[in-house]
């Protein structure tokens, strides 16, 4: 969710900021110069930074030649230079004469922003769509296409909770499971949402898509709780809270499936301080001990996590 929070925090910035174009040049500069720093944000933060990028490119449009003139010499010859004696001239009335290249672009131009207009139209239609298809080309020439991680919003959310047992035997009854909690993802119900930029919990950004999808197609899930079990301390690192810490590493761990979403304010939960509402979905990994992964990691090739 703190995801999706942020990615919607970056479309509503920008299109917060985006009428300001049209309120003339002085606003338009400013939203050159939000924008262009507003990516720089995101840039520093390490997250989809290419995307990035390419959003300051058309950002640059904001800025007319006068703002832009210092990045230019005055030198005799040079482009500045050129382009003041042709805008002398304009002021003095004298039409210049139309190039023939002039007249090759301006076709050229023009051919290619139809070409554009026709090829967004489906573009357009599936944006309005309630269910739009993302990253998805429309065209065999892939000149306009669709991006994005998000097609929607959910209000619900899975989430992979860690736990962990010093019980002999995983299927006892009366094994008494604790709770691993990282330190932005949704876990502790009481615990307010963190806010993540400019920092980015790659972790905990990951383990929230392998909740998509099954162990056996995330198998760095049981390398991460082999190094749990090991009680490493680059992997607790990542932890922002160790239920076994300053005790013995725990015997077993086992991955939960939950399904996840935001208590209503004024409502019951909210009132006992509960931030979230989880409903079990069911196991997402079994119980798995250090012993019993050996073969998993020498298979893979993964060093084998020595006990603390």
Not at 51 to 64: E, G, H, M, Q
Not at 189 to 217: G, N, V
Not at 297 to 308: F, I, L, S
Request: positive net charge.
């Amino acid at each position: 969710m703190q995801s999706l929070h942020r990615a919607g925090g970056a479309v509503f910035y920008l299109r917060g900021t985006s009428f300001f174009i049209f309120m003339g040049r002085r606003m338009c500069i400013i939203h050159g110069i939000l924008q262009i720093l507003f990516q720089v944000v995101l840039i520093i933060s390490g997250n989809l930074s290419f995307l990035n990028w390419l959003t300051i490119v058309p950002s640059i449009a904001c800025f007319d030649d006068a703002c832009l003139g210092f990045l230019f010499s005055s030198k005799e010859g040079c482009v500045k230079d050129q382009v003041l004696k042709i805008q002398a001239k304009e002021a003095a009335g004298q039409r210049l004469p139309l190039r023939y290249g002039c007249c090759v672009r301006k076709v050229v131009n023009v051919t290619f922003g139809l070409l554009i207009t026709y090829l967004s139209i489906p573009v357009v239609l599936n944006l309005l769509n309630s269910r739009q298809v993302m990253n998805t080309s429309f065209n065999p020439l892939r000149i306009v296409n669709t991006y994005g991680a998000f097609g929607s919003i959910t209000r619900e959310r899975t989430e992979i909770i860690f736990q962990g047992t010093s019980s002999l035997d995983p299927n006892d009854p009366m094994a008494v499971w604790e709770e691993y909690e990282f330190k932005c993802k949704p876990g502790d119900l009481k615990r307010r949402p963190c806010l993540i930029s400019p920092y980015h919990y790659r972790l905990d950004w990951l383990m929230w898509f392998a909740a998509f999808q099954t162990y056996e197609q995330n198998e760095w899930i049981i390398h991460l709780a082999g190094k749990l079990l090991a009680s490493e301390e680059a992997a607790l690192s990542l932890i922002a809270f160790n239920p076994f810490e300053g005790k013995a590493p725990p015997r077993w761990i086992r991955g939960e499936h939950f399904k996840y979403k935001f208590s209503q304010p004024g409502g019951k939960h909210a009132s006992e301080g509960k931030w979230w509402i989880r409903k079990r979905i069911g196991p997402y990994f079994p119980p798995v001990n250090l012993q019993g992964l050996k073969k998993f990691y020498e298979a893979r090739d993964w060093p084998y996590p020595k006990q603390n």
